[in-house]
């Protein structure tokens, strides 16, 4: 079950009851097969499920139940296996959202909660500095804040924004957007986290009043397309915010589809890049919004490039570690997690590991330096900058 | 040695890798089978003392070792992906966890065979041989979870079985650790045999690592049949099975089967009635040709079969681990596993079709034929486990499929312990005996998955569970009503 197909889920009480425990999930689970336990599987958490909320004993919902069920990146691999059609990314997040209401929450998660509500992002850093990666631009483009009737607004997302190992994606976004003469601007301070990291952690009436925001200035700027660099914003823009979106005309994009399009368009003029070069799918984006041509063609389109696939790739990618807001719980697992995709990485030869996402793309760099490969970790966006020269 | 001692020196081999916490321990008393507790937890203790995750067949052997000094139960466990508890205690005591015993060893390009760890899935097979230009001869209609050594403990038949005959004939050897804690590599010449291991679920040892032939990896094509009328697609079924070209795999879906598909949305080919025979070969080109003639020229012949669309055939390939996509209309499905002579499967039905006009429900048949002579007819029902008596009643249903099964010279395909009180119907006396002299030979001790296989429960003995199961489904038919019949 990916996101392209049509979610079957009902209700988490009836899907506990489907699920079959035949066990498809356990070795697409990354979070299994690091632990080895059962419990860390999706079969046994949905079992538990199935005994607290299908069948009532209040009693399994332990802290260890708990526990597990923080500890899973929301990568949506167990979806794609599940014998039974079970949405099971949704089924994870109605979970949180129940133990939230339950008052179980991870402490963990709180915190983060409290920070955003206070923020409106994810750092602790005012919602005002939005922007401050700009000051890196040689020439700021003109209504890069808050231009009415842009062309395109880029929703440069949280991590991109404030976390300055990240800074290099929405500066290489800008430029390949001025380099192709794109009329654009962005949300500035008036972008609020897109909602996810609420959404994920069980505060789904939260998660919507940031999305009721996000949307609403939209409609204000009269924009009519939006371009997401974070896999994870772009998911919620895409999936999430449907009923705040009804009625009103807007073209939702990743920058990896969008720039497929420049690409196709001739409005860059790509030198030779001679380079060995492998992409890691986002789950956000691959598997559980079912983009993955666009960030190939990109890398097809670039001269030079051998492109080599990971031994597990598009429906079937291992995720990084980074979803599902595990690092906040556990940072140890989710640094595992990156270890199994790292192997991977080393067994392709390339020289070069590209990701559409900002947290793929951190988890993977910190991971590799730690394995010290000789392999450079990065957005889509930096190498079609690099291949502009 | 006292068991105490016995299981702490256990927990001090695999240190974190072993664990007596409720919380996880509870998670290995199930399978697929949701047996509601008011019925398992009386008999048996399916919650084990400790969970153990070994990584290679040394340290099985000093677990086996040990658990054998102070008499302790153990309890293999990889996919656990069957549903008669065959990896789930029955006395409690250990657990032995094989999923980190895993991974290809060797691939003999020259002898055509893999060696590989016990509890390397079907799928992760598959995968790392298909990438090579290879593939396993036959796999479990379970790979995506089923283990390789798993499904040789089981019967060994599934996906493939037709044209290159069940797992055990495919096995060159296997790395056995034998209760004792003797590590042995058995051939089908050595004493103990192989084939004493196939089948064995569990009872005689545990296997940690197999030599299999593999095939090249060929390509394939693939066909689905439609039938309004079942004597036709069993006469194609027949007809296919037994031609010059065998098919590697021939799957038959019945009429009660394809109108719950529908219900749901998920019929191939938009069919809302009839049966379905799936055919799907694989070999040289020239081969494929000849079989696409055949299957041609026989469709041709009868009016009443049609071909779906080649896309529909290959969607129904790409799906055939996922025979579990109709629970979705249960919530909890039930159903008995028949292995049936294939030349009585219209007259099964038949009385399949009777029974469940009897009870005032539908039932679902659909299954693999898995050698020239039998097939696994899997007959299910819709049922719902959160009404507890309700379900228990209904239970009492799986007992008559076995029976329409064993009217028709079928039996239970699978042991474990739920099948027990069909020993009866499996074997036959001296086969029992048999199979029960291996036992105390090999384990005498009797710690290896005991409960399952040889003898049933006292409160399962055939004669108790036949008039319980009798009675039940009175009730249920005179509590929920009936239909014709």
Same mark, same amino acid.
């Given at each position: 079950?990916?996101?392209?197909?049509? =979610?079957?889920?009902?209700?988490?009480?009836?899907?506990?009851?489907?699920?079959? /425990?035949?066990?498809?999930?356990?070795?697409?689970?990354?979070?299994?097969?690091?632990?080895?336990?059962?419990? @860390?599987?999706?079969?046994?958490?949905?079992?538990?499920?199935?005994?607290?909320?299908?069948?009532?004993?209040?009693?399994?919902?332990?802290?260890?139940?708990?526990?597990?069920?923080?500890?899973?990146? !929301?990568?949506?691999?167990?979806?794609?296996?599940? =014998?039974?059609?079970?949405?099971?990314?949704?089924?994870?997040?109605?979970?949180?959202?129940?133990?939230?209401?339950?008052?179980?929450?991870?402490?963990?998660?709180?915190?983060?909660?409290?920070?955003?509500?206070?923020?409106?992002?994810?750092?602790?850093?005012?919602?005002?500095?939005?922007?401050?990666?700009?000051?890196?631009?040689?020439?700021?483009?003109?209504?890069?804040?808050?231009?009415?009737?842009?062309?395109?607004?880029?929703?440069?997302?949280?991590?991109?924004?404030?976390?300055?190992?990240?800074?290099?994606?929405?500066?290489?976004?800008?430029?390949?957007?001025?380099?192709?003469?794109?009329?654009?601007?962005?949300?500035?301070?008036?972008?609020?986290?897109?909602?996810?990291?609420?959404?994920?952690?069980?505060?789904?009436?939260? @998660?919507?009043?940031?999305?009721?925001?996000?949307?609403?200035?939209?409609?204000?700027?009269?924009?009519?397309?939006?371009?997401?660099?974070?896999?994870?914003?772009?998911?919620?823009?895409?999936?999430?915010?449907?009923?705040?979106?009804?009625?009103?005309?807007?073209?939702?994009?990743?920058?990896?589809?969008?720039?497929?399009?420049?690409?196709?368009?001739?409005?860059?003029? !790509?030198?030779?890049?001679?380079?060995?070069?492998?992409?890691?799918?986002?789950?956000?984006?691959?598997?559980?919004?079912?983009?993955?041509?666009?960030?190939?063609?990109?890398? /097809?389109?670039?001269?030079?490039?051998?492109?080599?696939?990971?031994?597990?790739?598009?429906?079937? =990618?291992?995720?990084?570690?980074?979803?599902?807001?595990?690092?906040?719980?556990?940072?140890?697992?989710?640094?595992?997690?990156?270890?199994?995709?790292?192997?991977?990485?080393?067994?392709?030869?390339?020289?070069?590991?590209?990701?559409?996402?900002?947290?793929?793309?951190?988890? !993977? =760099?910190?991971?590799?330096?730690?394995?010290?490969?000789?392999?450079?970790?990065?957005?889509?966006?930096?190498?079609? !900058?690099?291949?502009?020269? | 040695?006292?068991? %105490?001692?016995?299981?702490?020196?256990?927990?001090?081999?695999?240190?974190?890798?072993?664990?007596?916490?409720?919380?996880?321990?509870?998670?290995?008393?199930?399978?697929?089978?949701?047996?509601?507790?008011?019925?398992?937890?009386?008999?048996?203790?399916?919650?084990? +003392?400790?969970?153990?995750?070994?990584?290679?067949?040394?340290?099985?052997?000093?677990?086996?070792?040990?658990?054998?000094?102070?008499?302790?139960?153990?309890?293999?466990?990889?996919?656990?992906?069957?549903?008669?508890?065959? %990896?789930?205690?029955?006395?409690?005591?250990?657990?032995?966890?094989?999923?980190?015993?895993?991974?290809?060893?060797?691939?003999?390009?020259?002898?055509?065979?893999?060696?590989?760890?016990?509890?390397?899935?079907?799928?992760?097979?598959?995968?790392?041989?298909?990438?090579?230009?290879?593939?396993?001869?036959?796999?479990?209609?379970?790979?995506?979870?089923?283990?390789?050594?798993?499904?040789?403990?089981?019967?060994?038949?599934?996906?493939?079985?037709?044209?290159?005959?069940?797992?055990?004939?495919?096995?060159?050897?296997?790395?056995?650790?034998?209760?004792?804690?003797?590590?042995?590599?058995?051939?089908? +010449?050595?004493?103990?045999?192989?084939?004493?291991? #196939?089948?064995?679920?569990?009872?005689?040892?545990?296997?940690?690592?197999?030599?299999?032939?593999?095939?090249?990896?060929?390509?394939?094509?693939?066909?689905?049949?439609?039938?309004?009328?079942?004597?036709?697609? #069993?006469?194609?079924?027949?007809?296919?099975?037994?031609?010059?070209?065998?098919?590697?795999?021939?799957?038959?879906?019945?009429?009660?089967?394809?109108? #719950?598909?529908?219900?749901?949305?998920?019929?191939?080919?938009?069919?809302?009635?009839?049966?379905?025979?799936?055919?799907?070969?694989?070999?040289?080109?020239?081969?494929?040709?000849?079989?696409? *003639?055949?299957?041609?020229?026989?469709?041709?012949? &009868?009016?009443?079969?049609?071909?779906?669309?080649?896309?529909?055939?290959?969607?129904?390939? *790409?799906?055939?681990?996922?025979?579990?996509?109709?629970?979705?209309?249960?919530?909890?499905?039930?159903?008995?596993?028949?292995?049936?002579?294939?030349?009585?499967?219209?007259?099964?039905?038949?009385?399949?079709?009777?029974?469940?006009?009897?009870?005032?429900?539908?039932?679902?048949?659909?299954?693999?034929?898995?050698?020239?002579?039998?097939?696994?007819?899997?007959?299910?029902?819709? #049922?719902?486990?959160?009404?507890?008596? *309700?379900?228990?009643?209904?239970?009492?249903?799986?007992?008559?499929?076995?029976?329409?099964?064993?009217?028709?010279?079928?039996?239970?395909?699978?042991?474990?312990?739920?099948?027990?009180?069909?020993?009866?119907?499996?074997?036959?006396?001296?086969?029992?005996?048999?199979?029960?002299?291996?036992?105390?030979?090999?384990?005498?001790?009797?710690?290896?998955?005991?409960?399952?296989?040889? &003898?049933?429960?006292?409160?399962?003995?055939?004669?108790?569970?036949?008039?319980?199961?009798?009675?039940?489904?009175?009730?249920?038919?005179?509590?929920?009503?009936?239909?014709?019949?």
């Amino acid at each position: 079950m990916t996101s392209e197909a049509k =979610s079957l889920f009902t209700t988490l009480e009836r899907e506990a009851l489907i699920c079959g /425990r035949c066990g498809y999930c356990r070795n697409s689970c990354p979070v299994y097969r690091v632990l080895g336990w059962e419990s @860390a599987t999706p079969r046994g958490k949905i079992s538990l499920a199935k005994e607290i909320f299908s069948k009532g004993n209040s009693k399994a919902l332990t802290d260890e139940f708990v526990q597990r069920v923080a500890q899973c990146t !929301l990568c949506g691999a167990c979806a794609e296996a599940c =014998s039974t059609c079970i949405d099971t990314r949704t089924l994870w997040l109605e979970l949180r959202r129940r133990i939230a209401g339950l008052g179980r929450t991870p402490k963990a998660y709180h915190a983060l909660r409290e920070n955003l509500l206070a923020h409106k992002n994810i750092s602790t850093f005012s919602n005002d500095d939005r922007l401050e990666w700009a000051q890196d631009l040689e020439d700021e483009p003109e209504g890069l804040e808050l231009k009415a009737g842009a062309e395109v607004c880029y929703f440069v997302g949280c991590v991109s924004s404030f976390f300055p190992q990240a800074a290099q994606i929405p500066l290489a976004v800008t430029q390949l957007l001025m380099e192709a003469g794109v009329d654009f601007t962005t949300m500035g301070g008036e972008e609020w986290c897109c909602g996810f990291p609420l959404l994920s952690t069980g505060f789904a009436d939260d @998660a919507r009043e940031f999305t009721r925001h996000n949307v609403s200035k939209i409609k204000e700027l009269d924009i009519h397309t939006l371009v997401a660099s974070c896999a994870s914003c772009y998911h919620v823009w895409k999936h999430e915010c449907l009923s705040e979106l009804a009625g009103y005309d807007l073209e939702i994009l990743h920058t990896t589809e969008y720039l497929a399009r420049l690409v196709k368009e001739g409005r860059f003029a !790509l030198n030779e890049l001679e380079e060995v070069v492998t992409y890691h799918d986002p789950c956000d984006l691959g598997r559980n919004s079912g983009v993955y041509d666009a960030p190939r063609e990109i890398l /097809r389109s670039i001269p030079g490039i051998e492109f080599v696939e990971l031994e597990h790739n598009r429906e079937d =990618s291992l995720c990084c570690g980074g979803g599902g807001n595990l690092q906040s719980v556990d940072a140890e697992l989710a640094a595992e997690i990156t270890g199994l995709r790292v192997e991977e990485i080393k067994e392709t030869g390339a020289g070069i590991v590209v990701s559409s996402c900002q947290q793929c793309e951190q988890m !993977l =760099s910190t991971a590799v330096r730690k394995a010290g490969l000789p392999v450079r970790v990065m957005d889509i966006s930096e190498l079609l !900058l690099e291949a502009i020269g | 040695m006292k068991k %105490s001692e016995a299981l702490r020196q256990i927990k001090k081999l695999c240190g974190e890798r072993a664990t007596e916490a409720r919380f996880e321990c509870a998670l290995y008393s199930r399978d697929l089978a949701p047996v509601p507790a008011l019925l398992v937890d009386p008999l048996f203790k399916t919650v084990p +003392d400790l969970v153990v995750c070994p990584t290679g067949a040394e340290e099985v052997a000093e677990i086996l070792r040990l658990a054998g000094a102070a008499g302790i139960p153990v309890t293999p466990r990889a996919g656990a992906s069957t549903v008669y508890f065959d %990896s789930v205690p029955a006395r409690g005591g250990i657990v032995i966890d094989l999923n980190l015993i895993k991974g290809v060893l060797e691939l003999d390009e020259e002898m055509m065979t893999v060696t590989v760890k016990a509890g390397t899935t079907w799928s992760e097979l598959e995968r790392y041989l298909n990438a090579r230009g290879y593939a396993p001869k036959s796999v479990p209609s379970s790979a995506p979870a089923s283990s390789i050594a798993g499904w040789l403990c089981m019967m060994g038949y599934g996906i493939g079985s037709l044209k290159y005959g069940s797992l055990l004939s495919q096995v060159k050897w296997a790395e056995v650790v034998l209760p004792d804690g003797e590590i042995r590599q058995v051939t089908p +010449d050595t004493d103990p045999p192989l084939a004493w291991f #196939a089948a064995s679920e569990g009872t005689l040892g545990i296997i940690t690592k197999l030599n299999i032939e593999i095939r090249r990896q060929t390509p394939m094509k693939h066909f689905l049949l439609h039938s309004r009328a079942l004597s036709e697609i #069993a006469g194609v079924l027949t007809a296919v099975k037994d031609a010059e070209i065998t098919p590697y795999n021939l799957h038959f879906t019945d009429e009660a089967c394809v109108r #719950a598909m529908s219900r749901q949305g998920i019929a191939p080919g938009s069919v809302d009635s009839g049966c379905l025979l799936a055919v799907d070969y694989e070999g040289s080109e020239a081969e494929l040709h000849r079989a696409e *003639e055949m299957i041609t020229a026989l469709v041709t012949g &009868k009016k009443a079969v049609s071909l779906l669309p080649g896309e529909v055939a290959e969607r129904e390939w *790409e799906e055939r681990y996922k025979s579990l996509k109709l629970k979705r209309s249960g919530p909890s499905e039930l159903g008995g596993e028949v292995f049936l002579p294939v030349s009585r499967l219209e007259n099964y039905l038949s009385d399949i079709k009777r029974l469940a006009g009897r009870y005032g429900l539908e039932m679902c048949s659909y299954g693999h034929v898995a050698t020239p002579e039998r097939m696994i007819i899997m007959t299910m029902f819709f #049922a719902d486990e959160t009404r507890v008596f *309700e379900y228990i009643m209904d239970l009492s249903l799986v007992k008559k499929i076995q029976d329409v099964g064993q009217r028709h010279g079928g039996y239970p395909y699978g042991v474990g312990l739920w099948n027990t009180p069909y020993l009866g119907r499996i074997f036959k006396v001296s086969e029992l005996e048999q199979l029960r002299a291996r036992k105390k030979k090999l384990d005498p001790k009797g710690i290896m998955n005991p409960g399952k296989l040889y &003898k049933w429960h006292p409160m399962l003995n055939p004669f108790n569970f036949s008039l319980g199961m009798n009675v039940l489904a009175g009730i249920r038919r005179f509590v929920r009503g009936g239909g014709r019949g």
